[in-house]
T-cell receptor, first 110, second 114 residues
Framework: QKEVEQDPGPLSVPEGAIVSLNCTYS??????FMWYRQYSRKGPELLMYTYSSGNKEDGRFTAQVDKSSKYISLFIRDSQPSDSATYLC??????????FGTGTRLTVIP | DAGVTQSPTHLIKTRGQQVTLRCSPK?????VSWYQQALGQGPQFIFQ???????QRGNFPDRFSGHQFPNYSSELNVNALLLGDSALYLC?????????????FGEGSRLTVL
């Protein structure tokens, strides 16, 4: 079993839709939860960073963490064509390396 | 403010050869981590350098080695290349280790092994 499971998609939505991206994990030691966005042929860029259960909002993006279910989500409201990218969840246990999901490829259709 | 820079951006090697990839961290950062991202996969941790020493290592063979210089820049060396080493190699910088998880990535070096 992988440390982090993420549906690879691909996911296609119309412009303006609400997008839900999810990851599950098995190791309860994970304390820090991140979402990265990766455009084609580019490096990942940090979108959201949380360290506790609950919601964190930043503009059109909301990160949600449920430690009891070992489930994290990223919601994108009013999706735009510029949001088309691969979204990677990443988890960290203390001062250790990041464990990434496989990434979900999202396309927002104008 | 310069972000993380990597070189070269693309390179092609043949099996058995050796390759060196280079990384300059974001200004003010002192820690460099290297990740391997195979096509369609998430990045996998190779190792991390801090204070010119390898501080952590992922599940990669000894063919993968690295170095950090006094100016915090870093190199990744891969010996005896295999076809399976074809991937995007990402360098990420941070400050003082991975405690916060706020890694800043470069655009990567895409290695093709023929």
């Amino acid at each position: 079993q992988k440390e982090v499971e993420q549906d690879p998609g691909p996911l296609s939505v119309p412009e303006g839709a609400i997008v839900s991206l999810n990851c599950t994990y098995s190791n309860s030691a994970f304390q820090y939860f991140m979402w990265y966005r990766q455009y084609s042929r580019k490096g990942p860029e940090l979108l959201m960073y949380t360290y506790s259960s609950g919601n964190k909002e930043d503009g059109r993006f909301t990160a949600q963490v449920d430690k009891s279910s070992k489930y994290i989500s990223l919601f994108i409201r009013d999706s735009q064509p510029s949001d088309s990218a691969t979204y990677l969840c990443a988890l960290q246990a203390g001062a250790n390396n990041l464990f990434f999901g496989t990434g979900t490829r999202l396309t927002v259709i104008p | 403010d310069a972000g993380v820079t990597q070189s070269p951006t693309h390179l092609i090697k043949t099996r058995g050869q050796q390759v060196t990839l280079r990384c300059s961290p974001k200004s003010g950062h002192d820690t460099v981590s290297w990740y391997q991202q195979a096509l369609g996969q998430g990045p996998q941790f190779i190792f991390q350098y801090y204070e010119e020493e390898e501080r952590q290592r992922g599940n990669f063979p000894d063919r993968f080695s690295g170095h950090q210089f006094p100016n915090y820049s870093s190199e990744l060396n891969v010996n005896a290349l295999l076809l399976g080493d074809s991937a995007l190699y990402l360098c990420a910088s941070s400050l003082g280790g991975l405690d916060t998880g706020e890694l800043f990535f470069g655009e990567g070096s895409r290695l093709t092994v023929l």
